[in-house]
T-cell receptor, first 114, second 115 residues
C-alpha cells in the first residue's frame, strides 16, 4: 500500500497567488481529513469528508480556503488568494470505514507564502 | 467538550532508560484514545489505541500505553529508550457523539533521547 499521497511536497508562492494542494487517500478509506500544522497553533483540523461529502468545515480559517473531494481517490485544498500567514505544513489523512478511528497521515505539503 | 492535555512540552531521557510521555483526557462517555508519533519532516504515524479491554495497550516500536480511568490518564511508555525514538508525540481522543470521525489532538511532547 502506497499510503496517503500528497503533492506537491513543497510549495513556495508569492502573496496573492492561488495555491492548490492535492491528496490521494489510501484505497478503500472513506474518510479524508485536512490538517494544518504550525509552531504557533499546533495541529488544526481544517475540514473532513465522509464518502466524498464535507461533514465538518468549522476549522477552515476563512473564505480564502476551500476544499473539494470530487471522488473517493482525490481531494484538493485551495487557498485563493494566499497570504504569508498561511505558511504552514498541510497534512491530509484518511480513515477506513466505521468501527476504526485511527487516521493515516500523508507526508505533508510545506507551504511558504512570501 | 472532549480534550486531551500533554503537560510536558519536552521530555529528556538517556538511552536505555525507561520513558514516559504523559497524557490526560476529558471526555463525555467512554474514551477512545490514541498515540501518534511525528518524526522530523514527516506526517504523523499511528502508534497505538485504546478502545476497550485491557488497560495496557501494546503498539508499534515497543511502545505501550496504560489507560487509567480513575486518573483519566493514558501515558505512553517504553521500557528502554532508543536515540531513534526522539520525535514529537501526540495524544488524541475521538470526539464523542453522533457519527463524528474527528480526533482531538494534544499539543505534542518532544521526546529527546540522549546517547
Amino acid at each position: 500500500d502506497a499510503g496517503v499521497i500528497q503533492s506537491p511536497r513543497h510549495e513556495v508562492t508569492e502573496m496573492g497567488q492561488e495555491v492548490t494542494l492535492r491528496c490521494k487517500p489510501i484505497s478503500g478509506h472513506n474518510s479524508l481529513f485536512w490538517y494544518r500544522q504550525t509552531m504557533m497553533r499546533g495541529l488544526e483540523l481544517l475540514i473532513y469528508f465522509n464518502n466524498n461529502v464535507p461533514i465538518d468545515d468549522s476549522g477552515m480559517p476563512e473564505d480564502r480556503f476551500s476544499a473539494k473531494m470530487p471522488n473517493a481517490s482525490f481531494s484538493t485544498l485551495k487557498i485563493q488568494p494566499s497570504e504569508p500567514r498561511d505558511s504552514a505544513v498541510y497534512f491530509c489523512a484518511s480513515k477506513i470505514a466505521e468501527g476504526s478511528y485511527e487516521q493515516y497521515f500523508g507526508p505533508g505539503t510545506r507551504l511558504t507564502v512570501t | 467538550a472532549q480534550s486531551v492535555a500533554q503537560p510536558e512540552d519536552q521530555v529528556n531521557v538517556a538511552e536505555g532508560n525507561p520513558l514516559t510521555v504523559k497524557c490526560t483526557y476529558s471526555v463525555s462517555g467512554n474514551p477512545y484514545l490514541f498515540w501518534y508519533v511525528q518524526y522530523p519532516n514527516r506526517g504523523l504515524q499511528f502508534l497505538l489505541k485504546y478502545i476497550t479491554g485491557d488497560n495496557l495497550v501494546k503498539g508499534s516500536y515497543g511502545f505501550e500505553a496504560e489507560f487509567n480511568k480513575s486518573q483519566t490518564s493514558f501515558h505512553l511508555k517504553k521500557p528502554s529508550a532508543l536515540v531513534s525514538d526522539s520525535a514529537l508525540y501526540f495524544c488524541a481522543v475521538r470526539e464523542y457523539g453522533g457519527a463524528t470521525n474527528k480526533l482531538i489532538f494534544g499539543t505534542g511532547t518532544l521526546l529527546a533521547v540522549q546517547p
